[in-house]
């Protein structure tokens, strides 16, 4: 009866690992998660299962779980967060990796605001084999994340979304959601670039306070075969981003906006 109960108890947080193909950096991603501080429930998630896959979660305790289905980064999303066990729930990149302390640092912040939906951190650039200074582009986006360091507002729908109104400085892979909010509300299966844009402007309608820890917990890598790189070659990402400032903005702002974005894109060609 007690293995049962033990058996049955839901951890506190999941990491779900969306794999895709037999990347070269997967295993340096899932072993910053192995060296966690701090332990969660480990899932490996794909719709292209392989030999390498199934090897590196036998290796490192990942629970396996793959997806059958249309192909496309949504439906792998959302079939992560559906496998996860956990209260809380990081959608964790490939390519990434994670600081030892980002797992003890969600679970603190759990516990001091009971009332947490989405919990974020800052990312430092990893290019070249390299960890890049901050550019102009992470500057403002930490500058369009500080009002959520106002923890007494950050529950606030108005509040939330002005965060997201310039543009979306939220570090994807650095979010833990809170799983019972996605019973309601999932991912878009049609977008490919703003799919998370998009989820958290619908998320921000939620009475849920968001919680930014302006902590570089995380490696974000940028290389030539990462999916934001293959948005902007087909233009897929100026294309969505309009989308979602037209839902913001009159279409004249929102065309202005975007034309400042279109300066940063080539960073992410180099």
């Known amino acids: 009866m007690i293995e049962e109960?033990?058996?049955?108890?839901?951890?506190?947080?999941?990491?779900a690992v969306c794999a895709y193909g037999d990347s070269p950096y997967l295993e340096r991603c899932l072993q910053?998660?192995?060296?966690?501080?701090?332990?969660?429930?480990?899932?490996?998630?794909?719709?292209?299962?392989?030999?390498?896959?199934e090897s590196l979660a036998k290796q490192y305790g990942f629970r396996l779980c793959v997806r059958e289905g249309k192909a496309g980064i949504g439906a792998d999303w959302n079939y992560a967060m559906d496998s996860a066990r956990g209260q809380f729930v990081t959608l964790a990149h490939?390519?990434?990796?994670?600081?030892?302390?980002?797992?003890?640092?969600?679970?603190?912040?759990?516990?001091?605001?009971?009332?947490m939906e989405l919990f974020m951190t800052r990312s430092l650039t990893?290019?070249?084999?390299?960890?890049?200074?901050?550019?102009?582009?992470?500057?403002?986006?930490?500058?369009?994340?500080?009002?959520l360091r106002v923890h007494a507002l950050s529950h606030l729908p108005l509040w939330k979304k002005a965060v997201l109104r310039l543009g979306n400085p939220v570090i994807?892979?650095?979010?833990?959601?809170?799983?019972?909010?996605?019973?309601?509300?999932?991912f878009s299966e049609e977008k490919r670039f703003v799919l998370d844009w998009d989820y958290l402007y619908r998320l921000a309608e939620h009475r849920g306070r968001w919680i930014?820890?302006?902590?570089?917990?995380?490696?974000?890598?940028?290389h030539p075969g990462a999916a934001t790189a293959r948005c902007m070659e087909d233009?897929?990402?100026?294309?969505?981003?309009?989308?979602?400032f037209c839902r913001m903005w009159p279409k004249q702002v929102a065309s202005m906006i975007l034309h400042v974005y279109r300066r940063a894109y080539a960073?992410?060609?180099?």
């Open 267 to 270: 960073a992410y060609q180099d």
């Open 212 to 222: 930014c820890v302006e902590k570089p917990l995380l490696l974000y890598r940028v």
């Open 235 to 244: 233009h897929v990402r100026e294309q969505e981003e309009h989308e979602m």
């Open 5 to 15: 109960t033990v058996e049955n108890m839901r951890p506190m947080h999941s990491f």
């Open 172 to 186: 994807c892979p650095s979010c833990a959601y809170r799983k019972e909010s996605f019973a309601s509300l999932r």
């Open 126 to 147: 990893l290019k070249h084999h390299g960890v890049q200074k901050d550019g102009t582009s992470e500057r403002i986006k930490r500058l369009l994340r500080a009002p």
């Open 32 to 53: 910053s998660l192995r060296a966690q501080s701090m332990a969660s429930e480990y899932l490996l998630c794909t719709a292209t299962p392989s030999h390498c896959l």
């Open 94 to 115: 490939q390519d990434d990796i994670y600081g030892k302390h980002y797992t003890e640092t969600l679970l603190r912040c759990a516990a001091r605001w009971p009332d």
